[in-house]
């Protein structure tokens, strides 16, 4: 069975910074994908970015260069850190898995874990 477990979340000042964390047990396929994903109060869960089995990234276009995902396959842990966060970027962040390529559609993605919380308020 898939798991896939976020950590890292938290409370930041405006300009802050985090790295969330995505551990995941359970996956043997060769190619796949990882996501991270955001749903803020009211709006529908967003494509973050995304990175595939070869390392190959995608982002969302609102992120402008401020977070970076990556892959530690010895760990089977996948990274998304967080950089220069706004007031916008408060949400539930969700990391997913799946087989084949990267989508931007959350409603192609076959394994999601829990979420964290990221809030950004002075």
């Known amino acids: 069975q898939v798991h896939l477990v976020e950590s890292g979340g938290g409370l930041v000042q405006p300009g802050g910074s985090l790295r969330l964390s995505c551990e995941i047990s359970?996956?043997?396929?060769?190619?796949?994908?990882i996501g991270w994903f955001r749903q803020a109060p009211g709006k529908e869960r967003a494509f973050v970015a995304g990175?595939?089995?070869?390392?190959?990234?995608l982002y969302g276009d609102f992120v402008k260069g401020r977070f970076t995902i990556n892959k530690d396959n010895a760990k089977n842990t996948v990274y998304l850190q967080l950089n220069n966060l706004n007031s916008e970027d408060t949400a539930v962040y969700y990391c997913?898995?799946?087989?084949?390529?990267?989508?931007?559609?959350?409603?192609?993605?076959?394994?999601w874990g829990q979420g964290t919380q990221v809030t950004v308020s002075s």
């Open positions: 997913a898995l799946r087989g084949g390529v990267i989508y931007f559609d959350a409603t192609l993605w076959e394994h």
């Open positions: 359970g996956f043997t396929a060769n190619v796949y994908a």
């Open positions: 990175i595939s089995y070869i390392g190959q990234t």
